[in-house]
Nanobody
Framework: QVQLVESGGGLVQPGGSLRLSCAAS????????MGWYRQAPGKERELVAV???????NCTDSGKGRFTISRDNAKNTVYLQMNSLKPEDTAVYYC?????????????WGQGTLVTVSS
């Protein structure tokens, strides 16, 4: 069974930075897309950024040029570097991965890590 574990969340002051990590473990042979989503209190989940196995990146307006996604294929880990954090960035951040199988893709989600931006 494949498991995703997020880490790096916590309390940070406005203008500060955090680096989120998501490590995949288990029976893994390859991973296609890996992405970061977030869900703020009372709001729907939204995509923050996604990165393919080849390194192609797509970022939404959520990060507003402040966030950077990257991955280490050797470690099956995806990162989200968040700079110039704002209170509106407060949310639970979820890691997602798509694993190819002979009959399609297996979608795996982490349990989330809470990011709180407050003075």
């Amino acid at each position: 069974q494949v498991q995703l574990v997020e880490s790096g969340g916590g309390l940070v002051q406005p203008g500060g930075s955090l680096r989120l990590s998501c490590a995949a473990s288990g029976s893994i042979f390859s991973i296609n897309h890996m992405g970061w989503y977030r869900q703020a209190p009372g709001k729907e989940r939204e995509l923050v950024a996604v990165i393919t196995s080849g390194g192609s990146i797509n970022c939404t307006d959520s990060g507003k040029g402040r966030f950077t996604i990257s991955r280490d294929n050797a470690k099956n880990t995806v990162y989200l570097q968040m700079n110039s954090l704002k209170p509106e960035d407060t949310a639970v951040y979820y890691c997602n991965a798509d694993l190819p199988t002979p009959i399609g893709y297996l979608e795996v989600w982490g349990q989330g890590t809470l990011v709180t931006v407050s003075s």
